[in-house]
């Protein structure tokens, strides 16, 4: 048994994958191993999901949460999240972008770049993603009585908290089956139900179609624990537990060697989150940087390479 409980229920879920797991093709061309319908749950209330038998890109985790926040669509947007401080690091002509995409690519810059997703892309710009997550979250756009409108979920989902705290409605999904073929990728985690409990704990719910579990879920993991402080931080709340329910959930056959590579590690101490302080409202998010989140105590082992799937 791990002793840190975060690094235990991720092995345990590698664990069972290789034993009781499937092989099957996919669209990739490279074959997962398989199950299907697993959940698994985090306690946020004292410590933060990071796992530490293998580092995680903890700026490259923040950058893109803040990016979906600001509900950007622009892959080049996030790698001045991810590369650059504050005010640095702005493309300003073509061959600075070009230039850019050579030398500061993010976990991104491979789908907007794949041929299938360049010969369909109606919007007419290099980086763009299309109507992913973030676009979802804070502009779902619908047409009623001969009128385009747009909802911003996540403002939505904070005046709910304030408003009704116990309702059962604080929803937030990306996947909007009129917008799959404007996006560069159709979204993984694909909703997400927010919960208070009687003693002023939020918690998370979440569903996720479709886990690459060695290099995907520990992103997923982080992500949405982090999205649960900062949507508790703006609500008055304190962060609680994480309950992630998986679909397809698969290794890749090409990452086996690394898995169980991992699953030779002893885990190491739990480490905290320090966040900045939001207010109540939503306005800070727009100058928010991933510098001024902070993972304290956290001392894992290196990271361990693993190629993406496209």
């Known amino acids: 048994m791990i002793k840190n409980r975060h690094d235990n229920t991720y092995h345990t879920l590698l664990e069972k994958i290789l034993a009781k797991g499937v092989k099957r093709k996919n669209r990739t061309g490279v074959d997962t191993i398989g199950i299907f319908g697993e959940q698994i749950e985090f306690d946020l209330k004292d410590t933060f999901?990071?796992?530490t038998t293998k580092r995680m890109a903890w700026k490259a985790i923040v950058s893109e949460l803040i990016w979906f926040l600001h509900g950007d669509q622009d892959e080049r947007s996030l790698a001045c999240l991810v590369h650059a401080k504050p005010g640095e690091f702005v493309f300003t002509d073509e061959q600075s972008l070009?230039?850019?995409?050579a030398t500061h690519r993010t976990?991104?810059?491979d789908n907007v770049e794949a041929e299938y997703w360049v010969s369909r892309n109606k919007q007419g710009y290099v980086g763009d993603a299309g109507r992913i997550y973030g676009v979802q979250w804070r502009d779902w756009q619908y047409h009623r009585d001969g009128e385009f409108h747009s909802i911003d979920q996540i403002d939505n989902l904070i005046q709910g908290l304030k408003?009704?705290?116990y309702g059962r409605r604080h929803i937030i999904t990306a996947w909007n089956p009129g917008e799959l073929d404007l996006m560069c990728l159709p979204p993984c985690h694909i909703l997400a139900q927010f919960n208070v409990t009687n003693d002023g704990y939020l918690e998370c719910m979440m569903f996720q179609r479709s886990v690459d579990t060695f290099l995907g879920l520990p992103f997923n993991i982080a992500s949405y624990a982090l999205l649960t402080y900062i949507i508790a931080a703006v609500t008055g709340l304190k962060p609680g537990r994480l309950?992630?329910?998986l679909g397809d959930v698969h290794i890749y056959e090409n990452h086996v060697e690394q898995v169980g590579e991992q699953l030779t590690?002893?885990?190491r101490d739990e480490p905290k989150v320090?966040?900045?302080?939001?207010?109540?409202t939503l306005q800070a998010w727009h100058t928010m940087h991933p510098d001024e989140f902070f993972l304290v105590n956290y001392n894992p082992h290196p990271s361990i390479k693993a190629p993406m799937a496209v």
């Open 107 to 109: 976990i991104w810059t």
């Open 163 to 165: 408003k009704d705290p």
């Open 98 to 101: 070009e230039d850019s995409f």
């Open 49 to 51: 999901p990071a796992l």
């Open 274 to 280: 320090i966040i900045p302080e939001f207010g109540d």
């Open 265 to 267: 590690r002893l885990s």
């Open 243 to 245: 309950i992630m329910s």
